[in-house]
């Protein structure tokens, strides 16, 4: 997966925008409102580009033992967030189920109301 796939794969998914809040070089993607990814672009062109994606607290003590690329998350709270790099043992296909966990979790933490009117988008 190239920075335009990740880009891609995020943005086609319903409600999902695209923000830089903290600088010009973290790109964050948010659904309603709430950040599911964030990932360094100066990493993408440096060649180790990594991934913080939002995870259940289980799941990511398991993935983290599972997969050497799979750590704690960079300047994120370490129970809930992975950082995931792009150029270790994590396959294209468990990438992509990872950003859907992710952006499940914050879709699911979202209020009913806000839910909905993503749901209800046309995308």
């Given at each position: 997966?190239?920075?335009?796939?990740?880009?891609?794969?995020?943005?086609?998914?319903?409600?999902?925008?695209?923000?830089?809040?903290?600088?010009?070089?973290?790109?964050?993607?948010?659904?309603?409102?709430?950040?599911?990814?964030?990932?360094?672009?100066?990493?993408?062109?440096?060649?180790?580009?990594?991934?913080?994606?939002?995870?259940?607290?289980?799941?990511?003590?398991?993935?983290?033992?599972?997969?050497?690329?799979i750590n704690?998350?960079?300047?994120?709270?370490?129970?809930?967030?992975?950082?995931?790099?792009?150029?270790?043992?994590?396959s294209n296909?468990?990438?992509?189920?990872?950003?859907?966990?992710?952006?499940?979790?914050?879709?699911?933490?979202?209020?009913?109301?806000?839910?909905?009117?993503?749901?209800?988008?046309?995308?």
């Open positions: 997966m190239n920075i335009q796939q990740l880009y891609e794969f995020c943005l086609s998914k319903k409600g999902v925008t695209e923000h830089f809040p903290f600088d010009e070089d973290t790109l964050v993607f948010k659904v309603g409102g709430k950040m599911f990814c964030l990932t360094s672009l100066k990493e993408w062109e440096k060649g180790t580009p990594s991934l913080n994606l939002k995870c259940d607290p289980e799941k990511a003590l398991e993935l983290r033992a599972e997969y050497e690329a704690p998350g960079f300047h994120m709270s370490k129970i809930h967030w992975n950082t995931v790099d792009f150029n270790g043992d994590v296909k468990l990438m992509c189920e990872l950003i859907n966990h992710s952006y499940d979790l914050v879709f699911k933490s979202l209020t009913k109301k806000i839910q909905n009117e993503i749901l209800n988008l046309e995308n």
